[in-house]
């Protein structure tokens, strides 16, 4: 009785099987395009915050130094960190826009310079952050040098 067969064995046919791998596969051709026109927005909301993250740490840089620390937006290149050393970058086709003091704009070469002072104090400003319909706005509050990053619509 050892080589006997159990009626409704448990298992899977190969039927079955195609099934689910057809359904699976359908599912992933539908999912796609909707996942590739998501990135771009993906993309944009980490550069803001990557950029947000690096105006707090040249603020904690600046408290803790006990003198201004200053980070740097080259707009053309879409390049940021402090002066010398733009090496971190916006993803591509991101564009920026500033509002700052008038001093701390730098119309010929493109760039902007945002200053943090001992006390934790900024020169404040916005920096706006859009590709295709969706846009972020960091702002830089001049009293306090508090740093929020929020979505915003997109201005027509």
């Known amino acids: 009785m050892a080589g006997r067969r159990r009626r409704g064995a448990a298992g899977f046919t190969l ?22 026109r998501a990135l771009p927005g993906a ?3 980490a550069g803001s915050e990557e950029l947000a993250a690096a105006l707090r740490a040249t603020r904690a840089r600046a408290i803790a130094g006990g003198r201004t620390a ?4 080259d707009i053309d290149e879409a ?4 002066p010398g ?6 993803p591509a ?8 003091a008038a001093d701390a704009i730098d119309q010929a070469e493109d760039r902007a310079a945002f200053a943090f002072f001992g006390d934790g ?14 846009s972020y706005r960091i702002d830089i509050d001049w009293l306090t040098g508090r740093i929020t990053v929020e979505p915003s619509k997109k201005e027509q």
């Open 15 to 36: 039927i079955e099987l195609i099934v689910v791998l057809a359904i699976i596969g359908l599912v992933l051709a539908l999912a796609t395009p909707r996942l590739h």
């Open 43 to 45: 993309r944009l909301a």
């Open 70 to 73: 200053m980070l740097v937006i």
């Open 79 to 82: 390049r940021f960190g402090p």
């Open 85 to 90: 050393n733009l090496a971190a970058r916006l």
């Open 93 to 100: 086709e991101t564009a920026i826009a500033v509002e700052a």
């Open 121 to 134: 104090s900024a020169s404040g400003g916005r920096i706006m952050l859009g590709r295709g319909d969706r």
